[in-house]
């Protein structure tokens, strides 16, 4: 079965820093990748996605993953970070069967200090 | 617009009381997924439907039950509601066969703030 481990619960940077967001997964096969945001109150938006190819991928809003197998992750960056990027995001991994659910990771609470 | 519309958006029960929590989508999608979210948890899911009148747990299935009766609609209902069911329900769907591949394109509803007291 899958999981997804993000090991940082927060992370504060200040505007105009650089940003990295973690994310680790478990799966059997060459996984499908994903970066969804969330802000207070509403629903998930999709950052980004990683099906096969390249493993640098970019993103809306500025940001770009990479994938790097040997080490089973999906790190998420931005190199400038904004005050309206501090929201909670998620990383999912997409099973390759029928059902194609995704599981998430506990998510990571970026803050952003003016 | 186009979308996953939930309702209702907030509802407060009573232990022990029962509830059907509506999820629409009107993007023709064929797959559909109810999660719910607590703090520091992340969106765990509940159940799915690959297709109407298909429906699969997920991974917290227990005090859920589901239907799929038409394509458009997924349905969550509690039958005998539980503090520890407090939490917010996010539906989901994606896959329109029409537009061609699977790309995993989900589209979210935006939460249902369920309290149980």
């Known amino acids: 079965a899958q999981s997804v481990t993000q090991p940082d619960i927060h992370i504060t940077v200040s505007e105009g820093a650089s940003l990295e967001l973690r994310c680790n997964y478990s799966y059997g096969a060459t996984p499908y990748l994903f970066w969804y945001v969330q802000s207070p109150g509403q629903g998930l938006q999709l950052l980004l996605k990683?099906?096969?190819?390249?493993?640098l991928v970019q993103g809306i809003k500025g940001f770009e993953a990479e994938f790097k197998r040997s080490q089973s992750s999906f790190n998420l960056r931005k190199p400038s970070v904004h005050w309206s990027d501090a929201a909670e995001y998620f990383c999912a991994v997409g099973a390759r069967d029928s059902s194609y659910k995704l599981i998430f990771g506990s998510g990571t609470r970026l803050l952003v200090r003016p | 617009n186009a979308g996953v519309t939930q309702t209702p958006k907030f509802r407060v029960l009573k232990t022990g009381q029962s509830m059907t929590l509506l999820c629409a989508q009107d993007?023709?999608?064929?797959?559909m997924y109810w999660y719910r979210q607590d703090p520091g948890m992340g969106l765990r899911l509940i159940h799915y439907s690959v297709g109407e009148g298909t429906t699969a747990k997920g991974e917290v299935p227990d005090g859920y039950n589901v239907s799929r009766l038409k394509k458009q609609n997924f349905l969550l209902g509690l039958e005998s509601a539980a503090p520890s069911q407090t939490s917010v329900y996010f539906c989901a769907s994606s896959y329109n066969p029409s537009t061609g591949g699977l790309d995993y394109g989900y589209t979210f509803g935006s939460g249902t703030r369920l309290t149980v007291v």
């Open positions: 993007m023709n999608h064929e797959y």
């Open positions: 990683y099906f096969s190819g390249d493993t």
